[in-house]
């Protein structure tokens, strides 16, 4: 199976400033048909998750432009440009690539 | 607008059984793998089972198979998740989720396993 690890697991972060969260996978998640299913997904505090980013770095509707993603084979990343306070909670990489799918351990995003 | 609304979730001894369903709305359900997540307290999220649009192919996580059956009513615009044989370990809030990357996301049931 594949193992999806995310650093760091902690995010402390200033309003207003840059945050980052990496996410790196077990094997190449690109699928044989071209594709490499990522997502990032965004848990506020008693919320339901949402989806923000999927195949890497397409924003899901509805989703601020700050948010960003990156990456290919096996390292992704998560990019906010300017860090509000709505955006406070657990972020999460998914692989839908292989089966079964999987999920990072999450991180959590602080303001400090 | 696209709903997901879970039911069915409670309180149940080891052993025990329950049924969860997920109510669609808001787009043309039969369209669509649908997906149940769940998430233990205080922990991150795990992916339990997916299933086909027609219901002809159905996945599961290693640590349910056996147990948990997962199925869909396409007329009733309905997802199920039958729980048998439940453990401790399965105490979650169970979320159903359209398609395998999970676009969108119901607000979840609290299944709690306990003597």
């Known amino acids: 199976d594949v193992v999806m690890t995310q650093s760091p697991l902690s995010l402390p972060v200033t309003l207003g400033q840059p945050a980052s969260i990496s996410c790196r996978s077990s094997?190449?998640?690109?699928?044989?048909?071209?594709?490499?299913?990522l997502n990032w997904f965004q848990q506020r505090p008693g919320q339901s998750p949402r989806r923000l980013i999927y195949k890497i770095s397409n924003r899901d509707s509805g989703v601020p432009d700050r948010f960003s993603g990156s990456g290919s084979g096996t390292d992704f990343t998560l990019k906010i440009s300017r860090v509000e306070a709505e955006d406070v909670g657990v972020y999460y990489c998914?692989?839908?690539?292989?089966?079964?799918?999987?999920f990072g351990q999450g991180t959590k995003v602080e303001i400090k | 607008e696209v709903q997901l609304v879970e039911s069915g979730g409670g309180l149940v001894q080891p052993g025990g059984s329950l049924r969860l369903s997920c109510a669609a709305s808001?787009?043309?359900?039969?369209?669509?793998?649908m997906s149940w997540v769940r998430q233990a307290p205080g922990k991150g999220l795990e992916w339990v089972a997916n299933?086909?649009?027609?219901?002809?192919?159905?996945y599961y996580v290693d640590s349910v198979k056996g147990r948990f059956t997962i199925s869909r009513d396409n007329a009733k615009n309905s997802l199920y998740l039958q729980m048998n044989s439940l453990r401790a370990e399965d105490t979650a809030v169970y979320y159903c989720?359209?398609?395998?990357?999970?676009?969108?996301w119901g607000q979840g049931t609290l299944v709690t396993v306990s003597s």
């Open positions: 094997q190449s998640l690109v699928h044989s048909d071209g594709n490499t299913y």
């Open positions: 299933i086909k649009q027609d219901g002809s192919e159905k």
């Open positions: 989720a359209r398609g395998v990357g999970c676009d969108y």
């Open positions: 808001g787009f043309t359900f039969g369209n669509y793998w």
């Open positions: 998914m692989q839908t690539t292989h089966w079964p799918p999987a």
